[in-house]
């Protein structure tokens, strides 16, 4: 089953700037016992055969330990109530690491599905600043970092990440997560984030 998904991504870790998952590809432990991280999609364009997943918006939290690479990852997924039927078994079939692409790879680090939920994701995206939020549950925000006296954002390239090989630097101003149904909260305000455009493939 052929599919593809563009769009906008961002997260937020709790690792202070730099994250050591980043600049060790995983292999290195993380700042703090557990690495805890909403990886955060805005699908601009997509398809999983006939269906289309335009505009649509999906979050995975991630509970890891120290040293990502070892795998063992919780994760709980977050899908858009705004997508139809087909449109949720699709995406399933592709972020379950099913359809093969960057989710296979994703999926072979996850010990435990903590479980799915359909809710009301609002995503906004304005130049280096960018937000998710999910009523009662998550509210996460991002802003790129500028060296002194420059209007660019930083950048680290030549990495080892699912989104692409160079990710812009970020601060969360606000990164908070709190669902009882999965026993897990956490807020990273302040902490480590990325963002870049991403072109996923299967």
């Not at 359809?99 to 009301?120: D, H, I, N, R, S």
């Not at 930083?154 to 601060?171: E, Q, S, T, W, Y």
């Amino acid at each position: 089953m052929a599919w593809q998904l563009r769009g906008e991504y961002f997260e937020n870790c709790n690792c202070d700037i730099l994250c050591p998952c980043i600049t060790s590809s995983m292999q290195g432990p993380a700042d703090n016992d557990r690495c805890l991280v909403p990886l955060i999609l805005h699908i601009g364009e997509g398809n999983s055969d006939e269906v289309r997943l335009d505009d649509l918006n999906v979050v995975m939290v991630v509970d890891a330990p120290a040293v990502m690479a070892d795998g063992g990852w919780r994760v709980a997924l977050y899908i858009d109530e705004r997508a139809e039927d087909s449109q949720r078994e699709a995406l399933g079939a592709v972020l379950s690491g099913a359809q093969g692409g960057p989710p296979e790879m994703l999926a072979g680090f996850t010990g435990e599905q903590l479980g799915v939920k359909f809710v009301p994701i609002a995503f906004t995206s304005d130049g280096d600043r960018k937000r998710v939020e999910v009523p009662d549950i998550m509210e996460f925000e991002v802003e790129g970092l500028r060296a002194p006296d420059t209007s660019a954002v930083m950048k680290i390239v030549n990495v080892f990440h699912p989104m692409g090989a160079d990710l812009p630097i970020a601060r969360s101003i606000i990164g908070r997560y709190d669902d009882p149904d999965y026993g897990l909260a956490f807020d990273n305000t302040g902490k480590n984030g990325h963002f870049r455009e991403f072109a996923w493939q299967g």
